[in-house]
Structures are given as C-alpha cells and as structure tokens.
C-alpha cells in the first residue's frame, strides 16, 4: 500500500519537471516547505482513544493548470503518542504518511493576497507501530476524502507565504493483542494546519 503513495509522488514530480519545458515558461510549479500541525479529531468504537497533537515539517508541491486551477499534493510523516479507555492503556506510538492530493481553486483578484479552496482524497499508510513490552498493535491503511482552505500571500513575482487548514477524513481498524487483546475502529479525522514559505518557478 505504501506503494501508492509513493507513485502520486512520482506522478506529481514528472508534472512538474516536464510541464515548465513543454510550455516553455517557468511559472506553474509551486513548491512550500513548512510546518505542519497534525490535530486528530479523533473517536473509538468501541473503546476511545487519545492521540496526541504533533507538528511536524511537512513539503507541498502544486503544479498550476490555469492561473485559477491547480493540483496540489502534502507529504509529511508524524509519530503520534496513542491511549485508550480514558488513558487507562498504553498503545505506545505510531508513525503515518498520509499524502493528500486536492484540487483547488483560487481567486486572483486581490492583489498580493490569493485565497483558495480545495477538495480531494487522502491515502494514509501506517509505517511504524511501537507499542509497550507484552503488546502488539496494529493499523490498517486507509483512503478518504480531503477539504481544504487557505491563503497564499504573494510577496514577489517567485516568492510568497502560505497559511492553509485542511479536513482529512482517515479511518482505521486497530488490532490489540498480547496482555490485551481488542480491535477498536478508528475515526482519527485531523485538521492539518500549515504554515510555510512558497516559491513559484
């Protein structure tokens, strides 16, 4: 499954090295490098779970089709710290990529200041789980859909700021065994809040 995220990536660095060419411009490639909060708004059932907050750095590439319309892919890695019933069991950490892809669309007519909206699918893989001695916890990989709302401020021709809050929908089925022994589905649904500098080529 991991596999897949990987070939959106592919997919998304051969837009944006063969398109600038074959236009003959260097204007539709955007890339960001920034920080990102990954908030789980998260629900068990039938036991809860807590997981915890992170900020992690996270990269973007948006390849324009238009001056309006644009495609635009997030990658980052967490590790998150995860309890269950109340925090009265351990699960220990676990590690996700959960690469977005969204189509968006922008508004140029306010100067410097470019808001947009975006919706899309979300694949998340879980690559790492590290539960405590005497357990083992695994998750099941998972699709979704994606919303997304932000803003680019424009500060040259190339460089700009970003603010964006995306709405990912991620569910997964969490198996426990060892001294205890459950399986709990898993609405983990974060916001993603970002920040980051932007350079258009």
């Given at each position: 499954?991991?596999?897949v995220g990987a070939a959106a990536v592919a997919v998304f660095a051969a837009m944006a090295l063969a398109?600038?060419?074959?236009?003959?411009?260097?204007?539709?490639v955007q890339i960001k490098f920034g920080v990102s909060g990954v908030l789980p708004d998260e629900k068990g059932d039938p036991i809860d779970v807590d997981i915890s907050d992170e900020w992690v750095p996270s990269a973007q590439i948006e390849y324009f089709f238009t001056d309006n319309i644009s495609a635009e892919l997030l990658c980052c890695v967490a590790t998150h710290d995860v309890t269950a019933a109340g925090?009265?069991?351990?699960?220990?950490?676990?590690t996700h990529f959960p690469?977005?892809?969204?189509?968006?669309?922008?508004?140029?007519?306010?100067?410097?200041?470019?808001?947009?909206?975006?919706?899309?699918?979300?694949y998340t893989a879980f690559i790492d789980?590290?539960?405590?001695?005497?357990l083992s916890v695994d998750y099941d990989d998972s699709f979704g859909p994606a919303l997304q709302l932000g803003f680019d401020y424009r500060l040259d021709e190339h460089w700009g700021v970003n603010f964006d809050?995306?709405?990912?929908?991620?569910?997964?089925d969490v198996t426990i065994s060892?001294?205890?022994?459950?399986?709990?589905?898993v609405d983990i649904n974060p916001w993603v809040v970002s920040t980051s500098v932007a350079y258009r080529f």
């Open positions: 499954m991991i596999k398109a600038p060419a074959h236009a003959g411009i260097l204007d539709n925090g009265a069991v351990d699960l220990g950490e676990v690469p977005t892809v969204t189509l968006k669309y922008r508004w140029t007519n306010f100067g410097q200041f470019e808001p947009y909206v975006g919706a899309g699918v979300n789980s590290d539960p405590p001695a005497g809050v995306r709405r990912i929908w991620i569910n997964t060892g001294a205890v022994n459950a399986t709990d589905d």
